[in-house]
């Protein structure tokens, strides 16, 4: 199943509500998380099982979808999310990412 | 606190090999599933490798398929990735991932360790 992130590239403002794309070319069944990856810096788990929240990460971020759908959602931008952004489907693969950038 | 430290990294010629090590604490190892994830400079993640807690079960991305061995020493708390017949294309910055309970993603990453494979 190939995961195609859109955009690749985003730019927003501070306070902003910023939403993010992941498409499988198949069904992906929920079996989806997703993954924030600062500059120089491991990845860290955002969101697992489509829409549930890690532990610890804030409130401002969620995830939704369904088949072939997935969002990832900051419901308010701030100068720390300033990141790439990975989805992860179970046992395939990673999307290419998309590039958050502060505008 | 969950770490993961992983060494052995370096720069290797191609077709030599080399051992990556990924030691682990804060949490009982041997209760988890383990991954290599790899990452080429400036761009995405790519899954090497899992092993399962007890090393039953362990599977290999077609990339490095015959190449790597993932292995684990659960009374070490150490996790190993046994590299071969090493290519230009496997230089990488190489994490180790702990599985999250439950589910099929990683919750817990080290802050990886480069290979480069260059003459």
């Known amino acids: 199943i190939q995961l195609t992130q859109s955009p690749s590239l985003l730019s927003a403002s501070v306070g902003d509500r910023v939403t993010l794309s992941c498409k499988g070319s198949?069904?992906?069944?929920?079996?989806l998380a997703w993954y924030q990856q600062k500059l120089g810096e491991a990845p860290k788990l955002l969101i697992y099982?489509?829409?549930s929240l890690q532990t610890g990460i804030p409130s401002r971020f969620s995830g939704s979808g369904s088949g072939t759908d997935y969002t990832l959602t900051i419901s308010s931008l701030q100068p720390e999310d300033v990141a790439t952004y990975f989805c992860?489907?179970?046992?395939?693969?990673f999307g290419s990412g998309t590039k958050l950038e502060i505008k | 606190e969950v770490q993961l430290v992983e060494s052995g990294g370096g720069l290797v010629q191609p077709g030599r090999s080399l051992k990556l090590s990924c030691v682990a604490s804060?949490?009982?190892?041997?209760?988890?599933?383990m991954n290599w994830i790899r990452q080429a400079p400036g761009k995405g993640l790519e899954w090497v490798a899992y092993i399962s807690s007890g090393s039953s079960y362990i599977y290999y991305a077609e990339t490095v398929k015959g190449r790597f061995t993932i292995s684990r020493d659960n009374a070490k708390n150490t996790l190993y990735l046994q590299m071969t017949s090493l290519r230009s294309e496997d230089t990488a910055l190489y994490y180790c991932a702990r599985e999250a309970p439950r589910t099929g993603c990683f919750d817990y990453w080290g802050q990886g360790v480069m290979v480069t494979v260059s003459s």
């Open positions: 804060g949490f009982t190892f041997s209760n988890y599933g």
């Open positions: 198949q069904n992906i069944n929920n079996y």
């Open positions: 099982n489509t829409n």
């Open positions: 992860y489907q179970y046992n395939n693969g």
